[in-house]
């Protein structure tokens, strides 16, 4: 069949001829899915055997460890030994040859030591300059104290700060042997007074290495391995065979292209324990997993084509239902919605369809009003300036002739209305800074004070970071002006008016609060009632109670609220709580 007629095919055709066509190639991939799976799985145990290698290889490390340091504390805390290390009677103590056995346990730690079997040598060095203590049962013999200290584990104990550290010594001349009879792991610190502040001598304690490197090579499994143990500084303490020093530079930096490393360094810093399996060995054993997958193929050929059929059925009956439903949107109707069947992609384009359907019309009709009610506002405004530039110039001259004639306090009451009516009309933006919503309330209580006298009096307390906030024109206006008309205009008492601006996790929240007659609980429910009778004859200026909701709601969405409190004969607050 010519490709261009399978081009022309409807997808649930296409699905089974493709399928057939390069069925080798879907039975190739389908051996390789088992084939990677047992291979994951064959992994998950390689790693778990040499995870479980390295943990084992710890303990016993630690135990060797633990043994050694329960020499060494016992040495350093014993009472005995730091009178002698504290000692300032140098020369006398230097007279007695037998000194560390007369004086101090270590007879009793000797036998202890011998006993073990694991330890062969241990040394003392008091920083007193009293003779040392040092005990090889290999015949083994260390370097002067001198000598020592010019040796890095010895530079590193001081800087350790008491912590104990540990080392490999090899055979002969080294960092603590002068004739070191065989390999040996040494354990050393350095030992201070109570608070640290005064160093009292140094211990190594060394223990033969050849169990921990036998046990290195047990862990190993394989001679292309390697495994070894380090301390605290990077230094290589066992192995089981030489670690050369490009892979050990690529461990540590973690540059490792031809290992798989393992680690493991447990709750104390002083050891950790590593294990690098060889990768090319162990691929070889991961062809072992291809057997399983070839076996598979043969049932997959013989349940192909019932699943075939199913799977394009499940495919194509949801894209022509989404198909139908778009070609209804482009003749037009935009009121649709598609039934999400499935979780997967065709459902989660079938969603995403139903949400861009959703979002499109509630983004139509929120523009649509937006624009209405501005629009709508611009009207009003216009209507109430009559012919602004003409009511400016106006007021300006009266303004000016108010001047001249001396008479001051009127010509501001002038200037007051001028700028309340260029305020109001700004521009025809439909969002203003609160430092312009509150100049025209200000332009406002002033004209209204001019009529009212001092029975009138407001004041401002808006938080001064707030005045450069943008919010919607004219929404506290019409509330101040109700305030004004209907709680104040009709009493004799003194009315007070206080209009506030506070910030509060994120929001503006803005009031209006007066102490005018109030309302009843009937007449604060009758605002927010859906009738357009119920404002006919609220006396709010230019914007009602129920433009204002709506134009917050259009433009916050639900991240808004509006309310108003209010007692009879004690007044009314309204509260506007809006996203900065």
Not at 49 to 74: K, N, R, T
Request: charged share 25%; with cysteine; glycine share 4%.
């Amino acid at each position: 069949m010519p490709m261009r007629r399978l081009k022309d095919l409807s997808i649930k055709a296409k699905i089974v001829i493709y399928t057939y066509l390069f069925v080798t190639p879907i039975l190739l991939c389908i051996s390789v899915i088992m084939y990677c799976s047992n291979l994951e799985r064959f992994k998950e145990e390689m790693n778990k055997e040499c995870a479980s290698d390295v943990e084992s290889l710890y303990g016993f490390v630690g135990s060797i460890e633990s043994v050694m340091q329960e020499f060494g504390s016992y040495i350093t805390i014993n009472s005995e030994i730091r009178e002698i290390l504290e000692a300032r009677n140098i020369y006398t103590l230097n007279q007695e040859s037998d000194l560390w056995t007369d004086k101090a346990p270590f007879s009793f730690i000797h036998g202890m030591i011998a006993l073990n079997g694991q330890i062969k040598t241990i040394a003392l060095f008091p920083e007193n300059q009293v003779m040392p203590y040092t005990s090889c049962l290999d015949h083994s013999s260390f370097l002067q104290y001198e000598d020592i200290r010019d040796s890095k584990p010895y530079k590193q104990a001081i800087n350790s700060r008491g912590n104990y550290s540990l080392y490999r010594a090899g055979k002969g001349y080294g960092d603590f042997y002068e004739s070191n009879m065989d390999d040996k792991i040494v354990l050393c610190r350095e030992i201070f007074n109570v608070n640290k502040s005064v160093a009292l001598g140094y211990i190594c304690i060394g223990a033969d290495s050849q169990a921990i490197d036998d046990a290195c090579a047990a862990a190993a499994k394989y001679e292309e391995n390697y495994v070894f143990v380090l301390n605290f500084y990077g230094d290589v303490v066992a192995s089981n065979k030489d670690v050369p020093n490009n892979i050990l530079r690529d461990y540590q930096s973690g540059q490792l292209n031809d290992y798989i490393p393992f680690t493991n360094v447990g709750d104390n810093e002083i050891y950790s324990v590593v294990k690098l399996a060889d990768k090319a060995k162990y691929d070889k054993l991961y062809l072992q997993a291809l057997d399983s997958a070839l076996y598979f193929m043969i049932g997959v050929l013989i349940g192909l084509l019932p699943v075939l059929l199913i799977v394009s059925n499940l495919i194509t009956k949801p894209l022509l239902t989404l198909r139908k439903a778009m070609d209804d949107v482009k003749r037009g109707n935009l009121n649709q919605h598609v039934r999400v069947q499935s979780a997967d992609e065709i459902g989660q384009v079938s969603a995403t369809f139903n949400s861009m359907m959703q979002e499109m019309n509630s983004l139509i009709l929120r523009n649509y009003v937006l624009a209405l009610r501005e629009k709508q506002s611009e009207i009003d405004v216009l209507q109430a300036q009559i012919n602004p530039h003409f009511l400016y110039n106006t007021l300006d001259s009266l303004y000016w002739n108010l001047v001249d004639a001396g008479n001051e306090k009127l010509a501001e009451d002038v200037l007051a209305l001028s700028d309340l009516f260029r305020l109001t009309l700004n521009n025809g933006e439909s969002m203003v800074e609160l430092r312009k919503e509150s100049e025209l309330l200000e332009r406002y209580l002033s004209i209204q004070k001019m009529r009212f006298g001092k029975r009138l009096e407001y004041r401002f307390e808006i938080e001064e970071s707030l005045y450069s906030v943008k919010i919607p024109k004219l929404i506290l206006q019409p509330f101040v002006e109700n305030a004004v008309v209907h709680g104040f205009e009709k009493v004799q008492q003194d009315f007070c008016l206080i209009v506030r601006a506070r910030s509060e996790n994120g929001y503006c929240h803005l009031e209006v609060e007066d102490n005018g007659v109030g309302m009843t609980k009937e007449q604060l429910d009758s605002i927010w009632v859906e009738d357009s009778r119920k404002y006919s004859g609220q006396r709010i200026g230019r914007y009602a109670i129920k433009n204002i909701r709506d134009r917050l709601e259009i433009l916050y969405d639900d991240r808004y609220s509006l309310e108003i409190q209010s007692d009879v004969n004690i007044g009314t607050k309204v509260i506007i709580r809006i996203p900065i």
